[in-house]
């Protein structure tokens, strides 16, 4: 019975956590049932394959900027661009993963690169692990594209100030295949600042621990077991405010889905996928689109967000030669 528990009790533990919602640091996705590995690096190996996940996100579609003095409309629409691997490695007892990222909102442009480890070990009827990431940011702002309230803002001189920054993340995860799992996670450790030259003024960009839980939970229909459902819930906070995605999927003969995904203050979400060919069963993509409910959905700033994922897994089989020799008994 204890692991029909566990669903409930993770979405217990976000609800306590539960804030208003509010912008934080790290990027967005809607596909956070499989894009674990971007805020968790102890889910490296955890699918005992190679996989590679892109995902590309435009969110608040139509979402611009006015010019005060032209007139001019600008388009600052948030958009991000995520590569990630993984992969199972046995001689080291767990997992390596990367993660390449960019992530552009308005004027700042964040280009970022990660490298951890997870090790793994059995545990239960499943597998735990512990990982841990380091990595690299390059945290770019151009000023030029701010309007001075007052003409001759000494920052806002039309230069483009960067910097890179260097941070840590640690995780933890538990996996039983086909069945639930369940992590929780930190991001930028550090709390890294960026050494910018109007940091005496405005203050320069600094990162800001996060902190994750996610958790996740596959039913197999008693009636019909071609149909499973999934229903998983994803929270992010940095103590300030807290978000969370509750998120069901219905898998229909491990092909094909359909969900939706809810986000309180901020949007519903539709989400449906496939792996279109039934002989490459390890590739799959899916497609997710936000129906903004915030202010800025309401007062026609946003079309909503849109969103693609693609994934691919494949393992490495080795066999080891087969040795011979000859013996003058059987010439």
């Known amino acids: 019975m ?3 528990l566990f669903f409930p009790v993770v979405f217990v533990l976000a609800m306590v956590c539960y804030t208003n919602t509010y912008a934080q640091q790290e990027a967005q996705f809607s596909h956070n049932m499989f894009n674990v590995l971007s ?3 102890a889910f490296a ?29 600008y388009n600052v629409t948030p958009q991000t661009l995520l590569f990630s691997m993984d992969a199972y490695i046995k001689p080291i007892r767990g997992g390596i993963g990367a993660v390449v990222y960019k992530d552009k909102l308005g004027h ?18 499943g597998h735990a692990s512990i990982g841990i990431q380091a990595g690299f940011l390059n945290k770019t702002i151009n000023y030029a594209g701010f309007f001075p309230i007052e003409d001759g803002d000494p920052l806002l001189n039309g230069s483009k100030e960067s910097d890179m920054i260097f941070d840590v993340s640690a ?12 992590g929780i996670s930190t991001s930028q450790l550090l709390q890294s600042e960026s050494d910018f030259s109007g940091g005496s003024t405005l203050g320069s960009p600094k990162l800001k621990r996060h902190y994750f839980l ?33 998120n069901c999927l219905v898998m229909y003969n491990q092909q094909f889905w ?21 002989t490459l069963d390890e590739f799959s993509f899916g497609i997710a689109y936000d ?32 040795s011979s020799y000859k013996n003058v008994r059987f010439l």
């Not at 996940?53 to 006015?66: D, H, K, M, V, Y």
């Not at 939970?217 to 819930?233: M, N, V």
């Not at 915030?294 to 007062?299: D, F, T």
Request: one cysteine or more; glycine letters at 10%; proline letters at 7%.
């Open 2 to 4: 204890k692991k029909y």
């Open 108 to 125: 700042e442009d964040n280009i970022g690169l990660k490298f951890g480890y997870a090790y793994r070990r059995a545990m239960g009827p």
């Open 39 to 41: 805020y968790n690096p």
């Open 45 to 73: 190996g955890s699918n005992e394959k190679i996989c590679m996940n892109l995902l590309g996100r435009q969110q608040w579609i139509g979402f611009s900027e006015t010019n005060p003095d032209n007139g001019q409309t």
């Open 171 to 182: 995780g933890l995860f538990y996996k039983v295949d086909g069945e639930y799992y369940a």
């Open 291 to 322: 129906f903004t409910t915030s202010a800025m959905g309401k007062q026609g700033r946003s079309y909503g967000s849109a969103e693609l994922y693609i994934n691919y897994c494949f393992k490495i089989e080795y066999t080891p030669p087969v």
């Open 258 to 278: 359909a969900g939706l995904s809810y986000r309180p203050v901020d949007a519903v979400v539709l989400l449906v996928g496939a792996r279109p060919i039934p």
């Open 214 to 246: 996610v958790g996740g939970y596959q039913y197999t229909l008693p009636s019909d077991p071609s149909f499973e459902i999934w229903p998983s819930l994803f929270v992010k906070t940095d103590f300030v405010s807290a978000q969370y995605d509750i």
